[in-house]
């Protein structure tokens, strides 16, 4: 029997990270940087109005009160993104102005529409007139009933970026606000590892696809789309092929058809001492080219039985999963999500590990083989709960968890309200 530690380790061993490609900023999102980004020019570019109202010399202003306005000579109306370089102000003078707008040769600070009469000369304005309703107000006169600091409401220009800075450093992960840092600055494109792309099938002649009728003795194909969600969960690109029935030839073909498409491929089912589980009798007798995965017996459950390996000539690791839908499940959490955020280059590649109050009793645990039971975490109060019991068949219970809690090998049977190792899911 391999320890959870020793197949995980010989499976990350001979994982290499995809190697980068230049991808387009939405299909970057999620993915790992491997390029420092420099900023090409400061940003804002150009000092610019934080407000809709009017751009000033500050001297006009000094003193200004409503009772007592400075009245100024509108010579300009710069909306965002005009050049606003034909405007000057001069002694006397003011600019409407945008919001974003470049402000003008001459001025010196902004004051907001709400300090002014915007134009109209009846009191303070709430607001500017729209431009379509009265084009007038992009002339005449404005009362400015307060005064204003130097370069006050103005974004100076390189204020939140300076040209040559580092905006990004390599192995920075692709998130919203970087992919919009990344836009901010001009990149389309960027040198990231690409998102894996993941095959997935489930292999067995019982299995019958969602949707369709049942006949005697067949059942719902649901780990094909569990593995499917979760190799996208963990940023892949997944292909799902659907199910393959027990029939050597046909599954050597499938492979052979997907592998084209495939940075990795995971299968389940068909791994365990039966006399139809082809997977494993296929795979395992793998030569030369065509690669090679080996089977092995985990010291764990639920997910004992197990296959992982390379095939095809480029390699393309291999995980042969076991069928029962929740030891599916929980090997592709402990062992192909890792692989798979490897390949990304992401870190760390394991789910996180809490310590949590066992609320529940586990009156028996297999001696030797670390138990992953399904569970509820709950952050507030530090406890988990069980849901279901250990049955690898227990789909049910499995989408009422949020975690799984661990019990280590040698731990034949836990009391209620013992702290315990919690893999968070999600
Ligand atoms: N004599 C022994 N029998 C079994 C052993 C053993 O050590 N000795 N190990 C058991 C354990 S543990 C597991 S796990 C399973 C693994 O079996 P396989 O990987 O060969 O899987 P199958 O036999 O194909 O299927 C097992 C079970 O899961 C259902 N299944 C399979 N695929 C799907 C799917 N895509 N969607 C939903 N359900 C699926 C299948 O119908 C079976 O009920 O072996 C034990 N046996
Ligand atoms: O390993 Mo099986 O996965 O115990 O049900």
Redesign the pocket.
């Known amino acids: 029997m391999w320890t959870v530690e020793e197949h995980l380790a010989d499976v990350l061993g001979k994982i290499r990270p995809l190697e980068p490609i230049e991808l387009q900023l939405p299909d970057a999102q999620g993915c790992v940087l491997v390029e420092d980004v420099t900023v090409p020019a400061a940003l804002p570019p150009f000092d610019n109005s934080s407000m809709d109202g009017y751009a000033v010399r500050t001297a006009d202003v000094e003193g200004a009160t409503e009772e007592f306005p400075a009245v100024l000579a509108v010579v300009g109306d710069i909306a965002a993104g005009s050049g606003g370089a034909s405007v000057t102000v001069g002694p006397g003078e003011a600019a409407r102005i945008m919001t974003g707008a470049p402000l003008p040769a001459g001025a010196e600070a902004v004051v907001p529409v709400e300090w002014t009469d915007g134009g109209a000369g009846a009191g303070p304005a709430i607001a500017m007139d729209a431009h379509s309703k009265v084009p007038e107000r992009s002339g005449g006169e404005v009362r400015v009933h307060r005064p204003v600091a130097s370069r006050a409401h103005v974004r100076a220009r390189g204020s939140d970026a300076l040209t040559g800075e580092l905006a990004l450093a390599a192995g920075t992960v692709l998130g919203p606000a970087q992919i919009g840092l990344l836009a901010a600055i001009g990149r389309a494109t960027v040198l990231v590892r690409p998102r894996p792309r993941v095959v997935v099938m489930?292999?067995?002649s019982?299995?019958v696809q969602p949707g369709e009728e049942l006949a005697p003795g067949r059942?719902?194909?649901?780990?094909?789309f569990v593995l499917s969600a979760c190799a996208r969960d963990a940023g892949a690109i997944a292909y799902r092929v659907g199910?393959v029935d027990d029939d050597a030839e046909l599954l050597r073909a499938t492979l052979e058809d997907q592998l084209i498409r495939a940075d990795a491929v995971v299968t389940?089912?068909?791994?365990?001492?039966?006399a139809y589980?082809v997977v494993k009798e296929t795979l395992a007798g793998l030569a030369g080219e065509e690669g090679s995965v080996s089977f092995r017996r985990l010291a764990m459950?639920?997910?004992?039985?197990q296959g992982f390996g390379r095939i095809g000539p480029d390699r393309v690791p291999l995980f042969a999963l076991?069928?029962?839908?929740v030891?599916c499940y929980v090997s592709f959490e402990l062992f192909v999500r890792p692989a798979l955020r490897a390949l990304m280059g992401l870190d760390p590649v394991d789910r996180t590990t809490v310590r949590a109050v066992c609320t529940d009793a586990v009156a028996s645990s297999p001696q030797g083989r670390r138990q992953f039971l399904r569970a509820r975490h709950e952050p507030g109060s530090g406890t988990v709960s069980l849901v279901g019991g250990a049955g690898?068949?227990l789909v049910k219970a499995l989408a009422q968890a949020n975690a799984l809690v661990v019990v280590p090998e040698e731990t034949t049977s836990v009391a209620a309200g013992t702290e315990v190792d919690v893999v968070l899911l999600g």
Do not use: C, M, R, W
């Open positions: 489930s292999t067995g019982e299995l059942i719902h194909d649901s780990n094909s199910a389940s089912g068909g791994v365990s001492v039966g589980d459950q639920p997910g004992k039985p076991p069928g029962n839908p030891s690898s068949h």
